[in-house]
C-alpha cells in the first residue's frame, strides 16, 4: 500500500513557466514532509521541507504548499529552469521512518 | 565533510546467488537507512539502523537482512537472488537523534542487475 501518492509521474513545462507536483498521504501522524531532488546517476537530495504547523514554505524559487485538512501536499517551482529537469519525490516521515511517492519526472524545455 | 559512500556502485548477479552492499555515512551520523529504488515504484524503505540496532523495518522478504557497525558503517544483504531483486540500493544516513525527524543524506546507491 502506497503511503504517499503522488502526482503527475512525468511533467514538461517551459522554460520560465511553473511546475506543480502533488501529493497526498493518509496517515496523521506523519509529522515532517520534505522533497527529494535526484539528477540521473545521483542519490536524491533534500530540497526543501515543511512541518504540519505551516501551510506555505518558500525557499528561492521552490515553495511547497501544504493542506493538512485535505491530506495534501505540493511543490511549485516558479520560473522553471532547464537545470531543474531533474525526479522530484515527495516523503512523508513520522519518527525515523519515511515514505516516498513514486516520483515525477520533470523536464523543462528551453 | 565526506558525503555517504557506498560500494560497490554497479554489480551484476545471477538468480540464487547472495550480495553484499556497504555504506559508509557521514562522519557523525548515527543513523543509517536503505531503500530500493525501482522505476514506478519509486523509494521503498528497507530498514534502518541507529548505534547498531534495527528500530524500523519495512515490507520485505526476510532475504533481505542488514547490519551496522559500531563505527556506523552498514552492510545489507540479499540471499537468494531474484530477478525482482535488480534496482538501485539507496544508502542514506541522519544525524538525528532517537524519536526524532532529521534530514536524510543520499548516496549515489549500488545498482544490482540480477540475470
Known amino acids: 500500500q502506497q503511503q504517499v501518492k503522488q502526482s503527475p509521474q512525468s511533467l514538461i513545462v517551459q522554460k520560465g513557466g511553473i511546475s506543480i507536483i502533488n501529493c497526498a498521504y493518509e496517515n496523521t501522524a506523519f509529522d515532517y514532509f520534505p522533497w527529494y531532488q535526484q539528477f540521473p546517476g545521483k542519490g536524491p537530495a533534500l530540497l526543501i521541507a515543511?512541518?504540519?504547523?505551516?501551510s506555505e514554505k518558500k525557499e528561492g524559487r521552490f515553495t511547497i504548499s501544504f493542506n493538512k485538512s485535505a491530506k495534501q501536499f505540493s511543490l511549485h517551482i516558479m520560473d522553471s529552469q532547464p537545470g531543474d529537469s531533474a525526479t522530484y519525490f515527495c516523503a512523508a516521515s513520522m519518527g525515523n521512518q519515511f515514505y516516498f511517492g513514486t516520483g515525477t519526472s520533470l523536464t523543462v524545455i528551453p | 565533510k565526506a558525503g555517504v559512500t557506498q560500494t560497490p556502485r554497479y554489480l551484476i548477479k545471477t538468480r540464487g546467488q547472495q550480495v553484499t552492499l556497504s555504506c559508509s555515512p557521514i562522519s557523525g551520523h548515527r543513523s543509517v537507512s536503505w531503500y530500493q529504488q525501482t522505476p514506478g515504484q519509486g523509494l521503498q524503505f528497507l530498514f534502518e539502523?541507529?548505534?547498531?540496532?534495527?528500530?524500523n523495518k519495512g515490507n520485505f522478504p526476510g532475504r533481505f537482512s542488514g547490519r551496522q557497525f559500531s563505527n556506523s558503517r552498514s552492510e545489507m544483504n540479499v540471499s537468494t537472488l531474484e530477478l525482482g531483486d535488480s534496482a538501485l540500493y539507496l544508502c542514506a544516513s541522519s544525524l538525528n537523534a532517537l524519536g526524532t525527524t532529521g534530514e536524510l543524506f543520499f548516496g549515489e546507491g549500488s545498482r544490482l542487475t540480477v540475470l
Open positions: 539502523y541507529f548505534s547498531e540496532t534495527q528500530r
Open positions: 515543511i512541518r504540519p504547523d505551516v
